[in-house]
Nanobody, 131 residues
């Protein structure tokens, strides 16, 4: 059974950095889409960044140039390096995995992200940015 576990959330001041990790267990597929969604209190869920099994990366406009998504296949780990953090980045961040890699970037971090259709979700990690 696939399981996603996020870590690395916390509280930092505006301009600071955080590094989120997502470890995927029970996962042996060679084709996949992985990424991050986030949801702030009282707001809709939004896509942040995506990476597919070919290594293609996509970012939401709001995080381009500040966030970097990567993966360590040997460790089944996905990383989200977040720099120049802003108060509006405050949210719970969710790791997602979908076994369909088609249109990965659009489905996660595009202008109309698929906020409910991913196959697997982690429980989330809270990121709080103070001004």
């Amino acid at each position: 059974q696939v399981r996603l576990v996020e870590s690395g959330g916390g509280s930092v001041q505006s301009g600071g950095s955080l590094r989120l990790s997502c470890v995927a267990s029970g996962f042996t597929y060679s084709t996949y889409c992985m990424g991050w969604f986030r949801q702030a209190p009282g707001k809709e869920r939004e896509g942040v960044a995506a990476i597919d099994s070919d290594g293609s990366k996509t970012y939401a406009d709001s995080v381009k140039g500040r966030f970097t998504i990567s993966q360590d296949n040997a460790k089944n780990t996905m990383i989200l390096q977040m720099n120049s953090l802003k108060p509006e980045d405050t949210a719970t961040y969710y790791c997602v995995l979908d076994l369909d890699a088609d249109q990965c970037g659009e489905r996660v971090a595009g202008h109309l992200p698929d906020t409910t259709g991913m196959d697997y979700w982690g429980k989330g990690t809270l990121v709080t940015i103070s001004s």
